[in-house]
């Protein structure tokens, strides 16, 4: 499987999973508020913040209606197409905030919704392009996407393996970078039965590529759960407040919850090793204390012949293992050995042809 290169992160299996702080439209149209976003998804520690690109009069008509989760009561009679016209960025605005993520060192990402915002993106020179899920069938806007050349990330909420297949051969015939999958639950918030998050080990079986989630699950718990399944991916909604009005502020993660997702991944991506079983150096120590020995019952006199009733198996475990046993038994005792001593192998002369399976 190959990896991918965004900026100078290196993404895909046994690389540090790449975290996506998802602004999206959590700006609510202002400049000054989408720049607190950026310095809460850095201070979280976050790979790259990523904001939405679009202009209302080229995504939706006039009259759409909202999904469910976007109904506001206080705005009742609030078409999709007004809701989202409020939520636009300019392009000189872009660039103000691909520079200031620039400053602050973080990666800046947006998914582009139409054809001049996927130029716009291009020419500042945002390192890959993120496609939301809808657009998984929106081949002319894919394919423009893909003739700029960069990784894209794409989303599958909403699809199967079929539409997937049909998908990433349109973007191959255009686009020489790589791609990365994203599973994501096209619901807000997605319930965690709803979730299957086995559906990535099939998609990079079937796709070869990286495979991550896009979760819009309550929490971080299901976020934490695909690293430790392998995502090399992770994004995630985050508001600065959960109260702002909007449609997705509340169900994206506070920064302090944001901050406290991604220093959990870190932690669960260092449990996940390197795969070979063994003894850890913080295990040696308490081994010693814990596995048995072959101890002396009685006085065992120099020059008996050692028999299994004279023998026990008891902690610490500094000695003979107990599943040499057979070995002393039978043997000749060099020297007196005490009651309750810890049998070394200098203890006693093993007989001869005297080996049973060690696991007897």
Known sequence: MK???????VLGEHKPCFIIAEAGVNHNGSVVLAKRLIDAAKNAGADAVKFQAFRAEKVVIKDAVKAEYQKD???PQESQYEMIKKLELREEDFGRLFRYAARKKIIFLSSPFDRDSVDMLDELGVPAFKVASGEITNFPLLEHIAKKGKPIILSTGMSNIKEIKETLRQIKKKHPAGIMLLHC???????????????????????????GLSDH?????IAIAAVALGACVIEKHFTL????????HKVSLSPEELKEMIRSVREVEKSLGNGIKKCTASEKEIKLAVRRSVIAAVDIPKSNIIEMNMLEIKRPGTGIQPKYLYRIVGGRAKKDIKQDAVISPGDFQEKRHNRKDETH
């Not at 990896?3 to 992160?9: G, P, Q, S, W």
């Not at 407040?241 to 997705?248: I, M, N, W, Y």
């Open 3 to 9: 990896n991918i290169k965004i900026a100078d992160k």
């Open 73 to 75: 009561k206080k705005r």
């Open 185 to 211: 639950v096209t619901s807000y918030p997605a319930r965690p039965e709803d979730m299957n998050l086995r559906a990535m080990e099939t998609m990079k079986k079937v796709f070869g590529v990286p495979v």
């Open 217 to 221: 699950t309550s929490g971080a718990k």
């Open 241 to 248: 407040d959960k109260k702002l009005p909007g449609p997705d």
